[in-house]
C-alpha cells in the first residue's frame, strides 16, 4: 500500500513490487472531498475494498516518507476497519505500532547512545 498526499489530494496504490505493476488504486483527485483526517479514513476503506476485490488481503505500508499520524495514520485505519491487515498470516497489528522500529531501538524519540 502506497500512499501519496498533496496539499489538494491524496492517493493510494496497491503495487506488486516483483512485477512492478499497480493491482489496485484509489485517490480523492476529481472529487469534491477535501484533505481532511476523516476524508483520509474514507479513502483507506474505500481502496482496501478495491483491493480487496482484486484478492489482496494483507499490506505492507509504504508512507511515502509521511510522518505516520494525521492522514497517513488514519488512511491505514481505514484500511484496517475495511478487512485488509499488515500482520504474518493475517493477523492485525495495531496502527500505532506498525511503524515503530523492529528492534524496539527508539524510546521516547530518542535513541540511546
Known amino acids: 500500500m502506497s500512499i501519496m498526499l ?3 489530494n491524496m492517493y493510494v496504490q496497491f503495487i506488486d513490487d516483483t512485477k512492478g505493476v499497480t493491482l489496485a488504486s484509489a485517490g480523492t483527485a476529481g472529487s469534491d472531498s477535501k484533505c481532511t483526517v476523516a ?3 474514507d479513502l483507506g476503506k474505500r481502496a482496501a ?11 505492507v505500508v509504504d508512507r511515502g516518507g509521511f510522518r505516520f499520524h494525521g492522514r497517513v495514520k488514519a ?10 491487515s499488515t500482520g504474518k498470516n493475517g493477523e492485525q497489528r495495531p496502527a500505532e505500532t506498525a511503524d515503530a522500529p523492529p528492534d524496539g531501538s527508539e524510546k521516547n524519540g530518542k ?3
Open 6 to 8: 498533496s496539499n489538494k
Open 39 to 41: 476524508a483520509a479514513r
Open 49 to 59: 475494498e478495491s483491493a480487496m476485490d482484486k484478492g489482496i488481503r494483507r499490506m
Open 75 to 84: 488512511i491505514v485505519d481505514g484500511a484496517l476497519e475495511a478487512g485488509l
Open 111 to 113: 535513541e540511546e547512545k
